[in-house]
């Protein structure tokens, strides 16, 4: 399966029925009067949060999705059928944007979230609505007013706890597979990532959800490489682990070139909580290490941790560090939502 982020799609409620213009006409009934229905309601347009998916591939093949059409009234006061809803069903995570790709209209981030984007058009009435004392045969009936229609951005944003950021090639995914049961594409060439994983991460009894993207290089604001956009998916991580290649030219360069990137981006992540990482330890000489540690150091402006994917050193330090992280950013969370909220006042 595809892995597919983002896609824009048109939406339609339902129009309203029209209201029906009928006399009641009986053997033996000489003032049947008015009896023409209601038109019935146009659908809704719904998008609804489900469990089970983790992409957006299915809005690759159809983009337009209508609701159904109000039936008309009826004779005998019999009001139109409602016309039935659409259904939009997308995985956790999901923005809804408007048009211009900016004004977010709803973000759907818990399994179960429903909600109802375009309501469908009322029905009209029929000639029984019409009847009064002065007028007891109405002859005119309303039509349906016209659905609501849009087009809109669908947006994932994979929710994870952690991300990983990095250059390409700098080990975010030997490290995602040493420390998770993921298992993504390994390979001594650049960009052998090409969409984001996600991994679950096990640890001292505990556990959070860790996400690797597509490394970043000079320019990527820029749409260099693979380009920034898939940095929207460690938005909602509350740490990250920033590994820095040590068989590299300079760690510092290296470090200093994400940090860039991420400024550019913006959307809070160059204020997220940082762990900084010299990976690939292993094969670099006493002095290399000793050098390349100093480098980054200075560039960071704090203790980079040493790790090893390939063979295991430092990985459970990193993983204990991210957990406090984590945790602790857990915790600020359900205090906020804990926080009564004030009362408006005019």
């Known amino acids: 399966m595809k892995f597919l982020d983002q896609a824009k799609v048109y939406v339609r409620s339902g129009d ?152 390409p090639n700098a080990g975010k995914s030997t490290f995602l597979a040493a420390t998770t049961a993921a298992k993504p594409k390994i390979a001594d060439y650049p960009f052998t990532t090409l969409h984001p994983g996600l991994g679950v991460v096990r640890a001292d009894g505990r556990e959070f959800v860790l996400a690797d993207i597509p490394g970043l290089i000079e320019g990527a604001h820029e749409g260099v490489g693979i380009g920034d956009r898939f940095l929207a998916h460690i938005e909602r991580c509350g740490a990250l682990l920033h590994l820095v290649d040590g068989t590299s030219e300079h760690a510092g360069k290296a470090y200093k070139t994400v940090r860039a990137e991420l400024e550019a981006y913006g959307a809070g992540l160059e204020d997220k909580p940082e762990i900084v990482a010299l990976s690939k330890i292993d094969a670099l000489s006493p002095e290399l290490l000793k050098q390349q540690k100093e480098r980054l150091q200075r560039a960071a402006k704090k203790k980079p941790m040493l790790i090893s994917a390939q063979s295991g050193q430092g990985v459970q330090e990193a993983l204990r560090a991210l957990l406090d992280v984590v945790a602790a950013t857990r915790a600020e969370e359900k205090k906020a939502a804990a926080k009564p909220k004030e009362a408006w006042r005019p």
């Open 16 to 167: 309203g029925g029209a209201g029906c213009v009928s006399f009641r006409r009986e053997k033996f009934i000489e003032f049947g009067g008015p009896d023409g229905g209601d038109g019935g309601r146009g659908g809704d347009v719904w998008v609804e949060c489900v469990d089970g998916l983790n992409t957006l591939i299915d809005y690759r093949y159809q983009q337009h999705f209508k609701a159904k059409k109000g039936d008309h009234g009826k004779g005998a006061n019999r009001t139109g059928a409602r016309g039935s809803d659409i259904i939009l069903k997308v995985p956790a995570g999901t923005e809804i944007l408007d048009e211009d790709e900016e004004t977010v209209l709803a973000d759907l981030t818990e399994v179960g979230q429903r909600i109802k984007l375009l309501e469908g058009g009322n029905g009209g009435f029929g000639n029984a609505q019409f009847k009064t004392s002065t007028n007891q045969a109405p002859r005119r009936a309303n039509p349906g007013l016209e659905g609501q229609e849009r087009w809109i951005w669908l947006r994932l944003k994979l929710i994870a706890d952690a991300g990983l950021v990095g250059l």
